[in-house]
Every structure is written in structure tokens, then in C-alpha cells.
């Protein structure tokens, strides 16, 4: 139960997914139902929870930026990252 992902905002479903052994930025949107009409694809942002945040209340999270856009074109594939247990991905 612990091994999820979350995505929220302009995506057709949102809420946690579970997280196999592996998952991009794009498969969970994809999983999601993908962009709704009003989505800002060039906006996307993943939230990460440092480790051990739980026990350092205050922690602030490590933030990557995605841009679904440059991904369709084949541009900044790298930014397509595994995603990790915890990680929220928020489409603005």
C-alpha cells in the first residue's frame, strides 16, 4: 500500500496509482486518463519528499519541472523521470 504515486490537477482521473517496479511521468499520465483540455503541459511539476522527511518536519520537497509539450516533439526526454514511492505530479 505504501508503494504509490499521486497526480492531481487537469488529468481525467486523479489520485494515487499504484507504483510498480517501474513508472515515468508519462505513464502515470497516461494511467490518469491524460490532460484534460484546460491542462498547462508546459507547467507540470513532481514533488518529492526528501529522505527522511518524515522524521524532519519542515523538510522541504526536491521539485522537478516537466513539460509534456517537449516530450511530444522528443525533446528533454530525460526529463521523463522514474517516478519514486510518494512522488506527486501536479498538472496545473
Do not use: C, H
Not at 494511467?31 to 522524521?55: C, H, Q, S
Request: no cysteine.
Amino acid at each position: 500500500n505504501s508503494r504509490k504515486v499521486f497526480i492531481t490537477g487537469q488529468v481525467t482521473r486523479p489520485g494515487a496509482y499504484p507504483l510498480g517496479t517501474r513508472m515515468t511521468v508519462v505513464q502515470l499520465i497516461a494511467m490518469a486518463g491524460g490532460l484534460t483540455e484546460f491542462a498547462k503541459p508546459k507547467d507540470i511539476v513532481i514533488l518529492r519528499d526528501p529522505p527522511g522527511a518524515a522524521a524532519a518536519p519542515g523538510a522541504r520537497p526536491t521539485t522537478f519541472r516537466f513539460n509534456y509539450d517537449d516530450l511530444r516533439n522528443l525533446k528533454n526526454l530525460a526529463s521523463n523521470i522514474d517516478l519514486k514511492p510518494g512522488d506527486t505530479v501536479i498538472v496545473p
